[in-house]
């Protein structure tokens, strides 16, 4: 199942990124999706799961259709994402054991500009936050991976985005990127590829870090999937 377009939201724009390792692919492990909850209220998120091919795809596809079923009648992001993680203990064994990691939240357009967020992180690398200057902080956030236990450790995040500021989602496959010595890109460099006071739009900052990902790792290319999702206020 190929990742859906992402539709237009109220105060904010939103740019996406999503490259599957291995030829012939489609869809990997990686995955992000977008979608409404009603009265300007919407739900994001990006996540990883545990392996690769049509075992991953299939986890990958229970993971958002669950989501989406079930957001828009739970009180919050945490129930949905509980709901996603007994959606993953209760998958028979011929869907894959693997885990899951997974950033889920909902927004909404914050009175006098900017966004009202709230999220959780299971598991997943942190998300960050681009100031109006340009410089990404990590968000600190617990979380435990899904698919696990019946009662993974979830905490909520609240974060008022103001506008021209961002919140970037990204998955492992680009902190763990390697040069042609095996040596990882790391967060240190892509904390400073995102350091750019010059790319404020959503897409400018994932074309950062893509570039930078791909002069790190030059022939030897990309053996990991990798997806991004940025959410920037909108003025």
Same mark, same amino acid.
């Given at each position: 199942?190929?990742?859906?377009? #992402? ?13 599957? /390792? ?20 919407? /739900? ?12 991953? /795809? ?25 709901? #996603? ?34 999220? #959780? ?53 680009? /902190? ?36 930078? #990902? ?22």
């Amino acid at each position: 199942m190929l990742l859906p377009e #992402v539709p237009a939201l109220p105060g904010a724009r939103v740019a996406t990124y999503y490259h599957p /390792a291995g030829e012939g692919l489609e869809i990997g492990g990686d995955f992000y999706d977008v979608f409404p909850l009603g009265d300007d209220t919407w /739900a994001f998120m990006l996540g990883d799961v545990c392996g690769r091919g049509a075992t991953a /795809a299939t986890t990958t596809a229970l993971v958002r259709h669950t989501a989406r079923a079930v957001a828009a009648l739970l009180p919050g992001p945490d129930a949905v994402v509980r709901a #996603v993680n007994k959606a993953l203990l209760d998958r028979p064994l011929s869907h894959g054991t693997g885990f899951v990691t997974l950033v889920h939240g909902h927004l909404a357009p914050a009175p006098g500009g900017g966004l009202d967020i709230t999220f #959780v992180r299971a598991g997943h690398t942190l998300p960050l936050h681009i100031d109006k200057g340009g410089i990404p902080r990590p968000i600190e956030c617990e979380g435990s991976l899904l698919g696990i236990t019946a009662h993974p450790s979830l905490d909520a995040r609240r974060l008022r985005l103001r506008p021209a500021e961002s919140l970037v989602l990204y998955t492992d496959g680009f /902190a763990e990127a390697r040069d042609q010595d095996g040596e990882q890109f790391g967060e240190e460099r892509l904390l400073q590829a995102l350091t750019d006071r010059r790319r404020t739009s959503p897409e400018g900052i994932i074309d950062a870090l893509t570039q930078a #990902v791909h002069a790190y790792t030059g022939a030897r290319g990309v053996d990991d999937d990798q997806a991004a999702l940025v959410l920037t206020a909108d003025h």
